[in-house]
């Protein structure tokens, strides 16, 4: 049977892939004492469906690539803020004109 695991996504940059991480949490065999372990998984994401903070659950399939043995079967919850990349303006800066410039100090001669 294929493991089915949730987590939260972390990066969909990628086309159609998203890395998601899973948090467990561990009790250490001799001192007893819980600790937590991230793990991090790549995803295929067919329809690029899952966005930045949403929780979902993902399948073990075939392996896809290198790193890629999971597959996104639901999205689960929605993240609350939706995260959007800037986009580069079209339009470079242009350069600052005489009047925005810093005004320097009368030097020593013109003092005089």
């Given amino acids: 049977m294929a493991r089915t ?14 890395v998601i991480a899973v948090h467990t ?5 001799i001192y007893k004492k819980k600790y937590s372990v991230t793990t991090r998984f790549m995803a295929h994401d067919e329809k690029n469906e899952a966005n930045v903070g949403d929780k979902v659950q993902i399948i073990e399939c ?22 959007v990349e800037p986009e580069a303006s079209a339009t470079e ?10 005004k320097h100090t009368a030097s020593k001669k013109e003092s005089k």
């Fill in 62 to 83: 075939r392996p896809l690539s290198r790193r890629k043995r999971f597959t996104l079967e639901r999205v689960i919850e929605n993240a609350r803020i939706t995260h």
């Fill in 25 to 29: 949490r561990k009790t250490h065999p």
């Fill in 5 to 18: 695991l949730i987590g939260t996504v972390m990066s969909d940059k990628v086309d159609k892939t998203i």
């Fill in 93 to 102: 800066e242009e350069p600052a004109s005489e009047e925005t410039k810093p």
